[in-house]
């Protein structure tokens, strides 16, 4: 920042303190309870880090008297050891941005009285009524993916691209599948599934653990990519098979084979229309189902397996002219003879009952009563929770098995969730409170509390303070936040920053004040932190999502600069001549693309993590929402940051992790090349880091260097 002469005012002080404790606590979240699973004697199991630790422990709720205890921790279980993790087990971990250590994962059987805890190359079972803790012998080698078997007797997990069993009780292990190519994975998920389509599993047991589905993934075709980290040179590089837009996909099918070895039975569907598999399940009543999708993800089928032959029927087809959201896999009933399947319409999601054929029976749910997808399910009862509302504001409701006796459950302010035992009654509800409160709540059937899950989460004494509004600009109304400086003077005119994500599936603006904190620790030092979800964001209705179909900037940037003037008009505090835009990932995307094409509204932008051309990033995302770029390569040019580099005209820092192996580094790297050769300034900060920062004295420094940036180029108040 330039110097300033002796009479000029000073800059509001950096709370490096208020900083560093955000950061060493995950902004306070470090220390809630993580419910895994809720077992049939209705007892709940859940993970719990202390307040400023990443190290998850496992603990029980009983529900008969409500008291918690710890059953298990990574210390206890390994002796103070090193648990050393695959390269598999870490990309898991990545692609479900888990950030904790210690106990991470935990198998149950059916009957809940077998736990299996997963530390690195060690597996234990814990019998939970007494305590006994039982090391499996795995055999050498990393045992990827391990899985409890429904009735507790058994292990499978994935070694050396192989699938492998073993009893509990002890014995030699078995291998049950044999790579059949040097690129052949067997009993893993590629990186489409974890990544794109909600799906990490690539092994699955039948209800009496005799059998198991396995998935054989094929990645012969499909690119790889190296992601090496500078800062530690003497380590080799880390492949990864990255299928980039446009480039071939994983060849991926699915088999059953006995549990005991034997010959595979391969399941058969169009594999060559249907590439996509998005869930897979066997219910303990009712047929085995795969849920699968085309390449361009217009086309959803849900596809019944007979377990014998391998043979599938189709039950239920959805289709959509931009694309279909996949939302999970159908509930078969107790009796096996229907199952629960939501589909999206133009008014919303429903809830509808199909008999095994496939024909539907009744509507559970109408697409009127604001369902937001979400739901589960009381097998003993048939009884259905699930989520309505908005982004802002949802309830928890309940129907019976046919969408009668609708009763809302919560009317807390805020939203909440809920999720339900299949047997045994208990249910949790999630709630997150308008005025900042939270809680995991569990409740029996008759709806009596019986317990909250305790926390030892820190707090801090003042939350964000968060202004919301819907506002109009131009044509529509946007969901908007304000964060202004906790000694905001009226009289003043305050550097505005747009906080923004602005893609696909998320929201930005939040009823909960504690997602602003660090809106609200930028605030307080000088500027007014404002957000707003435009089209293309969830909860808004099919055609308020999709306007985005083909071209991921165009529609996302007009509504944010829309969304700016209407703040700008109703606060005018708000300097829009000192505008700043920050976001990371998809976020990051749209603040160097923002900088590029809108210098007439942002005059600074910090992009973290970018995307900055889509031919870089995976098929499944990438061409859900732009298709292929043989298809579409205009657009591909259009929506390209390093395609539009020479109209770069304002300070932009780029920010990226050397080992991001989702928005890979290249990313950030052809955009300051092309920078550079169009001889346009920026500044780069590259981090020893994946996707996440989850150092805190990363984050800190992170937090502080983007005040420091905004600071230098927007000024202060005035």
Avoid: C
């Avoid at 087990?89 to 299996?116: C, F, H, N």
């Avoid at 007797?153 to 078995?174: E, L, N, S």
């Avoid at 249907?274 to 849900?302: K, N, S």
């Avoid at 949802?394 to 909440?416: F, L, M």
């Amino acid at each position: 920042m330039p110097a300033q002469p002796p009479d000029a005012p000073k800059p509001p002080p950096i709370d490096r303190d208020a900083i560093a404790e955000l950061a060493a606590t995950r902004s306070f979240n470090l220390g809630l309870p993580r419910p895994i699973a809720i077992l049939p004697d209705g007892d709940v199991l859940f993970l719990r880090t202390g307040p400023r630790s990443y190290v998850a422990e496992l603990f029980e709720l009983d529900a008969a008297t409500g008291t918690t205890r710890k059953l298990a921790s990574g210390e206890d279980l390994v002796k103070g050891a090193e648990v050393e993790l695959s390269d598999a087990e870490k990309a898991t971990r990545e692609r479900t941005r888990t950030a904790i250590r210690g106990i991470v994962s935990v198998g149950v059987s059916d009957d809940g009285t077998r736990l299996l805890i997963p530390l690195g190359e060690r597996v234990f079972v814990v019998e939970r009524a007494s305590g006994k803790v039982t090391e499996v012998a795995l055999g050498k080698g990393y045992p990827d993916s391990p899985m409890l078997s429904p009735d507790g007797k058994r292990i499978a997990f994935v070694r050396d691209g192989d699938v492998w069993t073993a009893d509990v009780a002890g014995g030699k292990p078995r291998r049950l599948s044999k790579k059949d190519g040097p690129d052949v994975v067997n009993g893993s998920a590629e990186f489409a599934a974890q990544e794109e389509l909600d799906r990490t599993e690539g092994m699955w047991w039948s209800p009496d653990g005799a059998r198991l589905i396995y998935q054989r993934t094929d990645n012969a075709k499909v690119d790889t990519l190296y992601v090496a980290n500078p800062r530690y040179p003497d380590r080799a590089p880390t492949a990864f098979r990255y299928p980039r837009a446009g480039t071939a996909n994983a060849d991926v099918r699915l088999a059953f084979i006995a549990a005991t070895g034997g010959k595979p039975t391969w399941i058969e569907w169009d594999r060559a229309a249907f590439p996509y598999v998005h869930d897979v399940q066997w219910p303990e009543h009712g047929p085995p189902t795969i849920v699968v999708l085309d390449r361009a993800q217009r086309e959803e089928r849900v596809l019944a397996v007979d377990a014998k032959t391998g043979k599938t029927t189709t039950l239920v087809t959805e289709r959509d002219d931009a694309w279909v959201n996949a939302v999970g896999g159908p509930r078969w009933d107790a009796t096996g003879t229907t199952f629960l399947w939501p589909s999206e319409r133009d008014a919303g999601w429903q809830l509808g009952r199909y008999d095994a054929t496939g024909k539907l029976v009744e509507i559970v749910i109408p697409d009127s009563a604001e369902f937001v997808g979400s739901y589960a399910v009381d097998h003993q009862t048939g009884e259905v929770w699930h989520a309505r509302g908005t982004p802002l504001e949802s309830h928890v409701w309940s129907v019976d098995a046919h969408g009668k006796n609708p009763t809302q459950i919560t009317d807390a302010r805020g939203t909440q969730r809920a999720t339900i035992a299949r047997r045994g009654g208990t249910r949790l509800v999630v709630h997150d409170g308008a005025d900042g409160s939270r809680s995991v709540t569990a409740i029996d059937r008759d709806g009596k509390i019986i317990a909250e899950l305790p926390s030892v989460a820190e707090d801090s004494a003042r939350l964000p303070r968060v202004e919301l509004a819907l506002l109009r600009g131009g044509e529509r109304f946007y969901n908007t936040s304000i964060v202004r400086p906790r000694d905001f003077d009226p009289k003043k005119k305050y550097p505005v920053v747009l906080q923004v994500y602005a893609g696909p599936h998320v929201t930005t603006v939040s009823s909960n004040p504690r997602a602003y904190w660090k809106d609200q620790l930028l605030a307080d030092t000088g500027f007014v932190v404002v957000r707003g979800d435009g089209r293309g964001t969830p909860g808004r209705g099919r055609a308020w999502e999709r306007a985005i179909a083909g071209d991921l900037i165009t529609v996302p940037l007009a509504d944010q600069v829309d969304l700016l003037h209407a703040l700008g008009a109703a606060h005018p505090e708000l300097d829009l001549a000192r505008v700043g835009v920050v976001g990371w990932s998809f976020g990051g995307y749209f603040a160097a693309m923002a900088a590029e094409l809108r210098p007439d509204v942002f005059k600074a932008a910090i992009a973290g993590a970018p995307v900055t051309d889509w031919r870089f990033y995976d098929t499944a995302y990438t061409e859900r929402y732009m298709g292929t770029p043989a298809d579409n390569a205009a657009r591909y040019d259009r929506t390209s940051a390093v395609h539009n580099a020479a109209k770069l005209s304002i300070p932009l820092l780029l920010i990226h992790g050397l080992t991001d192996d989702n928005v890979y580094l290249v990313n950030t790297l052809a955009l300051a090349e092309a920078l550079f050769n169009a001889g346009k300034p920026f500044d780069l900060l590259t981090l020893s880091t994946t996707h996440m920062v989850a150092d805190p004295t990363a984050e800190a420094a992170l937090m502080t260097r983007q005040i420091e940036f905004f600071r230098a180029h927007l000024g202060l108040p005035q």
